[in-house]
């Protein structure tokens, strides 16, 4: 039986379908999670999607941590369980303090919507070890708040330990500190990800198929752990 | 009945685009002398009676969690009994 990965809905998410769509494309099973879920369903591991959680009131993912199934996947994920956020789903791990840092508004204050270069900095995680280490992809970003910020002693931190996972390669598109564009916590686990590798899966619809390794990445993941 | 307002800003360090465009625009309007605007939300919240006790310590700590992000806010709270 193929891995199950969860795939959270918030009211307001949108990109939940592309990433339910990436994760078959790698060969798994999506599994739909709802925000008001008190279970998560059996699965192996969680993608939180992009889009706008809960009009991104307040803060972005600042309501969102507080959704019944994120409790539960706060709970899991301290234990181990592999979680992936993109965009919103970044800012909501980092509300919910499972990744450091946050997410601010992009330093020139406009949307921006490109095909975004990478560096693959760290391959360690389990969201990115189908990559080569120092490997340049293409894949969409699009935000209105994906400046990444943290204290200096937190970015000191997360480069000596070889968190950082992706960078900016040419200008910096929204003003994160150190071109930072993904990053992981200690144990490797939990990664997250501004740019987003699920519209980057099919030749016909995305500006390259970058994005496919993060998702086998998982897979290969799964299946050395069982 | 007692009122309680929270002032959230971002920390100094942390920059403020929104502030700055507004900055931009008081310039523009003929504000001489402007040297910096930093934006910030104010939450102006009505409860039931006094606060007092665990509810006061309550309120304080969701001004922490939910109302302002630590890592890149601080806030203020005034209670009016």
């Known amino acids: ?226 | 009945m007692a009122r309680v307002v929270v002032n959230v800003a971002l920390k100094p360090e942390i920059l403020d685009p929104q502030g700055r465009a507004v900055a931009g625009a008081l310039g523009r309007l003929g504000l001489s002398g402007v040297i910096d605007v930093r934006q910030g939300k104010q939450f102006i919240i009505d409860l039931d009676g006094e606060l007092e006790g665990e509810r006061t310590e309550l309120m304080e700590k969701l001004a922490g969690e939910l109302l302002s992000n630590p890592v890149i806010e601080d806030f203020t709270l005034t209670v009016e009994n």
């Open chain 1, 1 to 226: 039986m193929s891995a199950r990965i969860g795939v959270v809905t918030f009211p307001g998410s949108l990109d939940d379908a592309d990433a339910a769509r990436a994760i078959r494309i790698a060969g798994a099973t999506p599994v739909a999670l709802w925000h008001g879920d008190a279970n998560l369903h059996d699965v192996d591991a969680v993608v939180l999607p992009g889009g706008f959680s809960y009009g991104d009131y307040l803060r972005c993912g600042a309501i969102a941590k507080f959704a019944p199934v994120m409790s539960l996947i706060i709970q899991k994920a301290q234990v181990g369980l592999p979680v992936l956020g993109i965009c919103n789903g970044f800012q909501i791990l980092c509300e919910s303090h499972l990744l450091p840092g946050a997410l601010t508004r992009n330093d020139h204050q406009h949307f921006i919507c490109v095909d975004q270069k990478l560096q693959i900095e760290s391959t360690e995680t389990l969201w990115t070890r189908d990559f080569s280490p120092g490997q340049q992809i293409v894949i969409p970003l699009k935000n209105g708040e994906g400046g990444y910020v943290a204290s200096e002693a937190t970015l000191d931190e997360l480069f000596a330990e070889n968190r950082v996972i992706a960078t900016y390669v040419g200008s910096n598109p929204n003003g994160s500190y150190r071109n930072i564009a993904g990053i992981s916590n200690k144990a490797g686990n939990v990664v997250g990800l501004m740019p987003h590798p699920e519209h980057a899966v099919e030749a016909l619809t995305g500006p390259t198929t970058d994005g496919i390794p993060f998702f086998t990445s998982i897979l290969k993941s799964l299946v050395g752990a069982s």
